[in-house]
């Protein structure tokens, strides 16, 4: 056990012995002693900690000095009971203190007991309660601009967790401190009672035991009773205002003495009105001039030394101001900032900030929050941070979308409008703005707030601007995916895999397979839409067939076969015939004739004539499939599927291309076009 253990262990160990086990006057000296002085040390720390969590234990800590307090408190009145000498710190507090004298001792004791209860107590109390609630209130707020400043680049994902730690941390701290102020006032109210019952117990001893007049004996034992009281009445009231300083603490910057100083005596102005008006009281009035004429001459030279320091101060900011823009303009430029680049970037022109902008209600950076959390449990991959930024040399409504620094796509909106679609049926035709859907390029028109109930009855989908970018931003996003999986992604995703089944990642990575051929299977799923969430099973799969090849593609193949209720949940609805296009058998012989192997791995050979007929008769089919209204979907034999959609990505960039292998046996499909060549 470490020596901090033992001293804490020894502590609350003594305060309940001494509850059973009576103790001598000289040992309660010490005790009563280090009582104090512990009370000291919690006050001075809570007056100089820079924030409330430097003091986190402090709800436990005002227990453990609750609980010893009385513990002495009981020890005390029995040796008052019983010996009528309690110690010399009892004896000295009740005569010094109190003067001597029992009357003057008691209205000591009711003083501090009335400052306590009444003024510490109470306002530290409801403190802590309207402190514990609006710290509760506020963590949705605090946890959703650590999230708007993580997307946004301004923090980084360690920043944004130690954040959020600190925040849980201040909630748990004030809503243990809106309890642990009871402890304070029920140590203050058991003193209260102990007072009384030593004052009656020891007067009835006295009178009974010891044979002493009533008056003598309430004397004696009201002297000790008053001692024993401000004992532990002393004691308390500092760990009170302890408490109290704690709660109402507002500094994070610097020591709380420092900033109360500077807040006080920090404006010249305001110590010269207070000079002014002591000497003017001084003068005036018929009270001893020389207290109030000097205390306010003190306040006019204070004031007069605050202002030439302040003078002083902003002369050095003005001049190292000037010496720092000196010496940014003299050192060289430092380049290596500018090789950054971010994955992901929307830009957007200056009337599009609103929409940005939390103060002005704008809701886009929770919107890409929801993007990140979207494409996570949709593909199961983490989406990189959105660096989103202004660029007043675009339009006003002008946005671009740009993946490693390159511009890919980009969009226009109306800030005050909003986008009408019609999906097919909608009959009546409304006004607008004609325009282009960005995402999908579907047509649309723009529409104004007036119009938006009516366009919506009619059977119009109608969507806000912040909508379109999300939506336009996603689809982007899904698009590009496959690329911006790095090797540090996916060395994450292997870490965090390891740590439920370190035997299957020991076993694939890196003895069967290198974390970039890893990379290239994952990849090549994200291209084609399929989720790698299930990674469990992906590796299984790989750790398989590893051991006959290190081809990524083939084992792509493997795992998309192994993936096939996923493929066939994504792709064919269940209960439900799905309309396919097949390949003609000889189609698939001449593909499979055409490749080549090579140690870089397989590409095709085929006749450039064949291939031209190939993609003339995959249009046609794509075609009739799509003015069905049904998305177009290729369905090949295991062998052929990696290169048939190797020989159409270029043509068909949305063209999903399935293996039988990949679809479950429960599911219906019907063959409306065969490719032929």
Known sequence: MKKADIGIALYLLAAVIFFIIPIGSTLLDVMLAMNISIALIVLFNTLFVKEVLDMSFFPTLLLFTTIFRIALNVSSTRLILTTGSPGNVVETFGGFVGGGDLVIGAIVFVVLIIIQFIVINKGSERIAEVTARFTLDAMPGKQMAIDADLNTGTITEKEARERRNKIQQESAFFGSMDGATKYVKGDATAGLFITLINLVGGTITGVMSQGLEFGDAIARYGILTIGDGLCSQIPSLLISLATGILVTKASKESDFGEVLVGQLFGIPKVLYLVGASLIFLGIVTPLQWYIFVGLGAAFLVTGRMVDKNIRIETIEEEVTASETEAEE???PENVVSLLQVDPI????????????????????????VMIRRQIALELGTVVPIIRLRDNIQLNPNQYIIKIKGIQVTEGEILFDHYMAMNPGYVEEEITGIPTFEPSFHLPAIWITESQRERAESLGYTVVDPPSIIATHLTEVIRSHIAE??????VQNLVNNLKESNPVLVDELVPKLLGLGEVQKVLQNLLSEGISIRDLLSIFETLADHAVTTRDTDVLTEYVRQNLKRAISNKFFPANETTSVITLDPKIEQDIMSSVKQTEQGAYLTLDPEKTKAIVASLESEVSKLENMGRSAIVITSPIVRMYFKKLTEDYFKDLIVVSYNEVESNIELQSVGMVTA
């Open 329 to 331: 303009i003299r050192k």
């Open 345 to 368: 970037e929307l830009e957007f022109g200056y009337g599009i900030i609103p929409l940005a902008d939390v103060n002005q209600g704008g809701d886009l950076l929770d919107r890409v």
């Open 484 to 489: 911006l999986l790095t090797r540090q992604d």
